[in-house]
Each structure stands twice: as structure tokens, then as C-alpha cells.
């Protein structure tokens, strides 16, 4: 499952070691982008204004048709302002990230950063 924490820590391994090959450090300001999937509109929005609430990221809720039945999907999508982080960090800010979306039934589907 995407939003499992222990699945979640795991793949902060190994996203910041491929990071870190691309000359990211502590020291270096990230972009992070971040994903979720709703169950509905309604839970949708609410953590994308949740997220609004607590932080200055850009985040906004949306829906697409997807497979042969063209069955909607809502997602929650953003971008974090520019900071730097730190394998601890990235632990720290996923654990949050997960626990607001389990606060509206939203699953957190992993975050992605550009290396510099």
C-alpha cells in the first residue's frame, strides 16, 4: 500500500542515496513534490486546504478518468517551497505527511524531488 509508513521510510533510503549520487547534500534546497489519492472530492479538498492551512506549499486537489470504465480518481498533488533536507528530515516531514492524510482518508503516494 503507498501511504504505509514503514513502506515509505524505506523508499526515503533510497530516494536520498540516488540524491545524494547527484551531488544533493544537507546543504541544498529541494523542491519536493508530493502526491496523494483521494477516495472522493470531498476528502480531496479538505486535505488540500488542510495542507494550505498548516503550510506554505502549493498544493491543489483534481480529479481525471482513468481506466476502460473511466472511473474518476481525485487526487491531492504539490510542491514544497524550497528547503533543505536531510535523510532525518525527509523521515520527519513523511510521518506528517502521512498522518494529515490519514486524518481524510487520503493515501500519501510518495514525494519526488529534481536533483539540482
Not at 87 to 110: K, N, P, Q, S, Y
Amino acid at each position: 500500500m503507498p501511504g504505509d509508513l514503514a513502506h515509505q521510510l524505506e523508499l526515503n533510503r533510497v530516494t536520498w542515496a540516488e540524491l545524494q549520487k547527484h551531488g544533493v547534500t544537507e546543504e541544498t534546497e529541494l523542491r519536493l513534490d508530493f502526491s496523494y489519492v483521494a477516495p472522493g472530492q470531498h476528502q480531496a479538498e479538505a486535505l488540500a486546504q488542510a495542507i494550505r492551512s498548516r503550510t506554505d506549499y502549493d498544493v491543489e486537489a483534481g480529479s481525471s478518468k482513468q481506466g476502460l470504465l473511466g472511473q474518476t480518481v481525485w487526487t491531492v498533488s504539490g510542491t514544497t517551497q524550497p528547503t533543505s533536507v536531510s535523510l532525518t528530515a525527509l523521515d520527519e516531514w513523511v510521518t506528517r505527511m502521512i498522518e494529515w492524510g490519514d486524518a481524510h482518508t487520503c493515501d500519501f503516494d510518495g514525494w519526488g524531488a529534481a536533483a539540482p
